[in-house]
């Protein structure tokens, strides 16, 4: 799997063939435009709305024996649709399968703290000629631990 460094505080992950995993505590997600590979410019769909992914970053165990400074944290870069055809394998696009992964746990939201597993089980059919073919994911998801609300103490002020 290739792991490439970003701006935004953690490695890239991006699996290189099928069966490549990873696993991690979320300790940050939220929702980013897409920006163009070429210039970075913002994309936006046809009807000048944002063209939108899923950011998130994993707390992992992985470590790049190569870089003293690698804390394992790993990031995420969620697209979504379900406009992929399969070529090889199964599974969905990463919003998909973040989602049903999320209602399959029971949860409403996908917060930090939730323990998140994702594998590259496909490849879909090329749609864009020039460019790679998207990669097709199953995700599961459990809810971060209970904790205990400070008002939960019994202390004498």
């Not at 969620?78 to 992929?84: E, P, V, Y």
């Not at 209970?146 to 103490?153: A, C, K, L, N, T």
Request: with cysteine.
């Amino acid at each position: 799997m290739q792991i490439s460094d970003i701006e935004s505080g953690g490695k890239a992950w991006s699996p290189d063939k099928i069966g490549d995993k990873l696993t991690g505590t979320i300790t940050l997600v939220e929702r980013r435009q897409q920006t163009s590979f070429t210039d970075s410019t913002p994309l936006t769909w046809d009807d000048g709305s944002p063209r939108m992914l899923t950011y998130i970053e994993l707390a992992t165990d992985e470590r790049d024996p190569e870089q003293d400074d690698d804390d394992g944290t790993r990031a995420l870069y969620l697209k979504g649709g379900r406009n992929f055809e399969p070529a090889e394998g199964k599974g969905n696009s990463g919003e998909v399968a973040l989602v049903e992964a999320a209602k399959k746990a029971g949860m409403k939201s996908v917060d930090e703290g939730t323990k998140l597993s994702i594998a590259c089980t496909g490849i879909a059919k090329a749609t864009t000629r020039g460019y790679r073919p998207a990669k097709l994911y199953v995700i599961k998801l459990e809810a971060g631990k209970s904790s205990v609300e400070v008002d939960d103490f019994d202390f004498d002020d």
